[in-house]
């Protein structure tokens, strides 16, 4: 990722949860525990990367999900950003997710290391999504899965309306302390292909690649397998 990105999340990390809950109206947590499901849907013990982590929502929430379903889930939680990596470890106190370091474009996990790899909103922020994916499948064991969230520019026209007024709600709340990183947000939510990814990840070899449009179709999750 960008030194670009990485200075924009420096900026707001301490209230990157706050700004997300009251942005999304909360239903970004219906989101990730939709992504949760789909990951937790691979049968028995699993290891699993989340990768751009950010402050670790989605990782403790598949790892409450587990918990809750008595499966034992392996979570090592990835970034790039080591303030972002800050909040995540404090927030995941009292659990077995490992938060480490690192690039998502260059991970240092060996070849075949994991049963799934996840990402949470952080599609859009990637400078290359063909090396991600090319990543993401050498990391991956055969037969892994993969499932990533993230948002975009409605497909309806009722959504597409809901989201300009989004984008300028979002702006203008995230203006009062960090102007220049929310416009940008809201800029590189309403710019992404969410057909990009799907179609690299088939070009890639990936089978079953679906796109699952979410509650309210700003957001949606790819999915598919090794």
Known sequence: MSKK?????SMIYEKYDLYN?????????IWRKQTAKEVLKKPGDISVLDVATGTGDLAICIYKMAKKENRNVKIIGMDFNKKMLGVAVDKAHGTTIKFELGDALKMKYANNSFDVVTSAFALRNLDSLDEFAHEVKRVLKSGGNFAFVDMSSPKSNHGKLLFNLYSKFMILAGSIIYKDAYKWLAYSISHIDDTNLPFIMKKMGFRNVKTKRLLSDIAYIVYGTK
């Open 5 to 9: 990105i990485n200075d924009i999340f």
């Open 21 to 29: 809950r009251l942005m999304s109206f909360g239903i970004d947590t």
